[in-house]
């Protein structure tokens, strides 16, 4: 049986061998070509970056540790607690927390849990399983320790069933790589002793909550290199986490990546696979009783390749690639999005926030969309992290250096987008800035990635930072309905004998600090000609009114820019004005003209007085009112439509006070 097994590959060597040199000879630049699209030097490569157990345990009574105040932060549409504290709230100096992973009770979101490496002393690079968990939605939490003291833990994966029972995935090593799977039936308060659960690094897990006949089943995938039953490196469970399947494999050899439960219990991975992604999708994984095949594996073009060892986070990745499917029910139901800190093969920044979706199932992917909004290539989003709401909205938060270029200094982002992905809303700070490079637990980075699970009303993320000058975990929700905060009503603008009078009005106000004008000259850029103070936070109706003067003649941009008392700021659409300066009556030619159907007229008058505009035919007779209202002196500007006319030649007459003129018009059609 082996020499036969031994003549097929054999064989199948010969052919591969063959086929590569005629390709070559008929059609070298195709090879080229391809070679050329990625950057140069080697593919991003699993054996380059994996957990070593390096120092050894060093017990440090919690009791021992020094105390500082916890750093918690309240802003806008964010609020932020410290996780990793003790029983009074306070930050426990000299240790370090990094790469969390979370878990929502579905049922009771006011419990959730959150789990992390946990270094007792940065002294070392020794790592347990942290957990903390919350009843209360996240305004405190209890850090109980670690799961196993004195166990070698690592790269922590939560989720929770469709029951609410929590599951943490534990990465461990002795003379091979394995995880255990443990499970908490009341919160994350407690845990059982564990389940072997196969594995390797990285692994990563989620659970069928779609109430189908998957419901329950627990998924993993995790990397071959470092697998503890190479070749395979996927395995599942079908009794509630009680035990789990021997490996088997998928296409490709994915690794440093993600899996996501579609709405019918089609299971996705999405993950890397060198210079490209891969997403595969099994259709009977939601079957028990069959072995799991994988019906779809389509390469991904994300314009990049995942990132590791960048500027802010020498020793780890700059972020795991995010695979998530939307299962609202709404317009965007079944679409499958990827997303990735990647390191840019169009252009030279190290690492952008990319995004790409799917509406048939992961056959077929659109363009590449970078998320991200700063100007230039030099900076660095990392720990791009993804989740979709059940109401169908995707959220995406990543750490960025964009504010302190060229440092390691970075902040946390966000942006949303609810038309599947095809548009994202303006990027936001949301935190104080802080130094990725402080508080290393004997080892050069902040983990490896962040976790974050969203609601209808906004989003749940657990994360790590530097913010007390050492690494510690954070929870912070997101709010959706304080995205926006000034829902803009109106803004228009108009002319008067001297100035451009500008007028908006908002319907609610949320920590508003104020309105810049800007203005632009056609042809010249933006900038700021004034200030209106704001009205702080209101849910009642607000008119705002300015006035720009000393103008010379020409066409004008006016908008705003509305900012919030944390510097955090967004646009108003633009608005169009042509101002000159007049002292007597004039009635401008049309246009354009011909027209069809509508075409401008523009007028000047010298007082304030009741304007009346008709539209008269070839014999005299009044076809149309275009205007007939009270207007201030000054430049105005009317667009008349001729749908309901027949082609030929009209007139236009304008009557203000004593004054009248008339003319010509063509309608074309």
């Not at 600090?513 to 936070?537: A, C, H, M, P, S």
Request: glycine content about 10%.
């Amino acid at each position: 049986m082996n020499r036969i097994f031994e003549k097929k590959r054999f064989n199948t060597i010969v052919r591969l061998i063959l086929f590569l040199i005629i390709v070559f000879l008929i059609e070298p630049n195709l090879i080229f070509s391809q070679i050329k699209e990625k950057k140069s030097g080697n593919p991003p490569s699993p054996t380059a970056h994996h957990e070593i157990k390096e120092d050894d345990y060093i017990p440090v009574p919690r009791e021992s540790q020094e105390r500082s105040p916890a750093y918690n932060y309240l802003m806008s549409n964010i609020s932020t607690v410290q996780v990793n504290v003790d029983n009074n709230g306070q930050n426990i100096v000299g240790d370090a927390a990094n790469e969390p992973s979370i878990a929502v009770d579905q049922n009771n979101p006011n419990r959730m849990t959150i789990g992390w490496r946990q270094f007792n002393t940065i002294n070392s690079n020794f790592r347990q399983a942290g957990w903390a968990f919350t009843t209360n939605g996240g305004q405190t939490w209890t850090f109980p320790g670690v799961i196993e003291p004195g166990i070698f833990r690592s790269d922590p994966v939560l989720d929770a069933d469709k029951n609410g029972n929590i599951y943490y995935n534990s990465l461990t090593v002795d003379s091979d790589f394995f995880c255990n799977v443990f499970k908490s039936t009341d919160g994350g308060a407690s845990w059982n002793g564990g389940v072997f659960a196969q594995g390797g690094d990285k692994q990563w897990m989620t659970i069928d909550k779609t109430g189908g006949p998957g419901t329950g089943h627990i998924y993993a995938f995790w990397t071959s290199n470092y697998s503890v039953c190479y070749p395979g490196f996927f395995t599942r469970s079908t009794d509630n986490g009680g035990s789990f399947e021997d490996c088997t494999t998928i296409p490709d050899d994915p690794f440093w990546g993600t899996l996501a439960v579609g709405p019918n219990g089609d299971l996705y991975i999405g993950a890397s696979i060198g210079y490209d992604f891969l997403v595969a999708r099994s259709t009977n994984a939601q079957n028990s009783g069959v072995v799991v095949a994988w019906d779809m594996a389509t390469v991904v073009n994300l314009d990049g390749s995942i990132s590791y060892g960048g500027g802010p986070n020498p020793g780890g990745l700059l972020g795991q690639t995010i695979i998530a499917v939307d299962t609202s029910g709404g317009p965007y139901h079944g679409n499958i999005y990827l997303l990735c800190s990647v390191d840019r093969y169009s252009t030279s920044d190290p690492a952008d926030v990319m995004f790409v979706r799917s509406t048939d199932g992961g056959v077929s992917w659109s363009s590449p969309i970078r998320i991200n909004d700063d100007p230039g290539n030099t900076e660095y989003q990392w720990f791009g992290t993804m989740s979709v709401a059940p109401n169908g909205r995707i959220d995406v938060v990543w750490l960025d250096t964009r504010d302190n270029t060229g440092s390691n200094i970075s902040a946390l982002y966000y942006s949303n987008s609810e038309d599947g992905g095809t548009t994202w809303s303006q990027n936001e700070r949301l935190s104080d800035f802080f130094n990725s490079h402080v508080g290393w637990p004997n080892q050069q980075k902040m983990g490896d990635y962040f976790d974050m699970v969203s609601d209808s009303s906004g989003a749940r993320l657990a994360w790590a930072a530097t913010f007390n000058g050492e690494q510690d975990v954070y929870y912070s929700y997101i709010s959706d309905s304080t995205i926006v905060p000034v829902e803009l009503l109106s803004f228009s603008a108009s002319v008067t004998t001297n100035a451009v009078n500008l007028n908006w009005s908002t319907a609610t106000e949320l920590n508003n600090l104020g309105f810049e004008i800007q203005r632009n000259k056609e042809g010249t850029e933006f900038f700021t000609v004034g200030f209106v103070d704001g009205n702080g936070t209101t849910t009642e109706l607000h008119n705002y009114s300015y006035t720009d003067k000393n103008l010379d003649n020409g066409k004008y941009y006016y908008r705003l820019k509305q900012v919030d008392y944390d510097g955090s700021y967004e646009y108003s659409d633009m608005v169009e004005v042509e101002w000159r300066a007049f002292n007597s009556y004039v009635l401008e030619q049309n246009y354009p003209n011909p027209f069809n159907p509508t075409t401008t007229i523009r007028f000047s008058i010298k007082n304030k007085s009741n304007v009346r505009i008709t539209i008269l035919n070839a014999i005299g007779e009044e076809v149309a009112v275009v205007l007939n209202e009270e207007k201030e002196a000054g430049y105005h500007q009317v667009e008349f439509n001729a749908t309901n006319l027949p082609s030929g030649v009209y007139f236009y007459q304008l009557r203000a006070g004593s004054f009248i003129d008339t003319k010509k018009m063509i309608l074309l059609r």
